[in-house]
């Protein structure tokens, strides 16, 4: 069978080789990401909205080579929406794709997109992020110091006044995020978590480290900020990683933290049913906690002159 039409809520969805093997490893195939997708879309999509993404694509599966796309295919069809935002420089304005619906992800995975990447602002107000992010990977191969990191992050984060979530990536690490209430610009923010960091790795220089330069870090964990940046992007909460057994980026409750069986692709397509029909999304009405970006420089402040 090479070519479906799927009806997704109402909607005609053009689905060419349903039947092609995405995860040779594991038999999965277009359709199967193409189910996951519809079914996570109620969880998933409130994560999405109005979000510039990234897709990361690969129509031949992982056993081949994908590609990173931004602007928006002149033949995807017209009722997927997008967003045009100027870039500045040489990049210029990009048509950028956003997904609202069951039928954009539906779709979006009937092109071999694996994994969607989010931008940490909004398209009505691209320059102005209300997320920030630590991006943790470990030094080596235990896991063991992300966890770690992550507790003092999170620890960080709440002692200047944030509401730290966690998530895991599906890939490597974790990722530490803190909603913002919309009013500063990427530049601040980026600045500020870099002060943060500093802070951080003055309070445990045997573990954490702000140093780019991996020759330098001497095994201990690099606090990765670099995200905080217009353009940038995080991957999306309950996206499929390109990776063997479809791990899935997992929002987690902080306690979670404390499972020894806890990894970055502990979750799954295959298992992450299993775990949203035990327990609701810990990221659920994370704007909530939104804190005024104040806040954090009121923080940053006291601890400079401590």
Same mark, same amino acid.
């Not at 997008?82 to 779709?107: F, K, M, N, S």
């Not at 803190?178 to 002060?195: E, H, I, Q």
């Given at each position: 069978m090479t070519d479906a039409t799927l009806d997704v809520d109402g909607r005609a969805v053009p689905f060419s080789h349903p039947d092609k093997v995405l995860f040779p490893d594991d038999g999965l195939t277009k359709t199967d990401l193409a189910d996951y997708y519809r079914r996570v879309a109620p969880v998933m999509l409130p994560h999405l909205a109005e979000r510039p993404l990234t897709l990361h694509r690969f129509p031949d599966g992982i056993g081949a080579d994908g590609f990173y796309q931004q602007n928006r295919s002149d033949h995807f069809p017209d009722w997927l929406p997008g967003r045009r935002l100027d870039h500045g420089g040489d990049?210029? /304005?990009? +048509? +950028?794709?956003?997904?609202?619906?069951?039928?954009? $992800?539906?779709? $979006?995975?009937g092109q071999g997109t694996l994994t969607l990447h989010a931008w940490l602002s909004h398209a009505d107000r691209p320059r102005r992020p209300d997320q920030l992010v630590f991006d943790l990977d470990p030094p080596g191969d235990d896991f063991e110091p992300v966890r770690q990191a992550?507790?003092?992050?999170?620890?960080?984060?709440?002692?200047?006044? *944030?509401?730290?979530? *966690?998530?895991?990536?599906?890939?490597?690490? *974790? +990722?530490v995020v803190a909603p913002l209430k919309p009013v500063a610009d990427f530049d601040w923010v980026r600045r500020a978590c870099r002060r943060l960091s500093d802070h951080l790795a003055a309070r445990h220089p045997d573990q954490l480290t702000t140093e780019q330069r991996k020759n330098k870090r001497r095994g201990r964990l690099y606090l990765d900020i670099q995200r905080n940046a217009f353009g940038q992007t995080a991957v999306a909460p309950y996206a499929v990683r390109a990776r063997p057994g479809a791990p899935v980026?997992?929002?987690?409750?902080? +306690? /979670?933290l404390d499972d020894p069986a806890l990894g970055p692709r502990r979750y799954t397509l295959g298992n992450l049913f299993r775990r949203l029909g035990q327990k609701d999304d810990p990221w659920a009405g994370m704007a909530r906690h939104a804190a005024d970006p104040a806040v954090l420089e009121n923080a940053l402040e006291e601890w400079d002159q401590g």
């Amino acid at each position: 069978m090479t070519d479906a039409t799927l009806d997704v809520d109402g909607r005609a969805v053009p689905f060419s080789h349903p039947d092609k093997v995405l995860f040779p490893d594991d038999g999965l195939t277009k359709t199967d990401l193409a189910d996951y997708y519809r079914r996570v879309a109620p969880v998933m999509l409130p994560h999405l909205a109005e979000r510039p993404l990234t897709l990361h694509r690969f129509p031949d599966g992982i056993g081949a080579d994908g590609f990173y796309q931004q602007n928006r295919s002149d033949h995807f069809p017209d009722w997927l929406p997008g967003r045009r935002l100027d870039h500045g420089g040489d990049t210029g /304005e990009v +048509h +950028h794709i956003l997904c609202q619906r069951p039928a954009d $992800l539906v779709y $979006l995975a009937g092109q071999g997109t694996l994994t969607l990447h989010a931008w940490l602002s909004h398209a009505d107000r691209p320059r102005r992020p209300d997320q920030l992010v630590f991006d943790l990977d470990p030094p080596g191969d235990d896991f063991e110091p992300v966890r770690q990191a992550a507790r003092q992050v999170r620890d960080a984060l709440r002692q200047a006044g *944030l509401t730290p979530f *966690l998530k895991t990536t599906g890939s490597r690490g *974790l +990722h530490v995020v803190a909603p913002l209430k919309p009013v500063a610009d990427f530049d601040w923010v980026r600045r500020a978590c870099r002060r943060l960091s500093d802070h951080l790795a003055a309070r445990h220089p045997d573990q954490l480290t702000t140093e780019q330069r991996k020759n330098k870090r001497r095994g201990r964990l690099y606090l990765d900020i670099q995200r905080n940046a217009f353009g940038q992007t995080a991957v999306a909460p309950y996206a499929v990683r390109a990776r063997p057994g479809a791990p899935v980026a997992t929002p987690l409750d902080w +306690h /979670e933290l404390d499972d020894p069986a806890l990894g970055p692709r502990r979750y799954t397509l295959g298992n992450l049913f299993r775990r949203l029909g035990q327990k609701d999304d810990p990221w659920a009405g994370m704007a909530r906690h939104a804190a005024d970006p104040a806040v954090l420089e009121n923080a940053l402040e006291e601890w400079d002159q401590g």
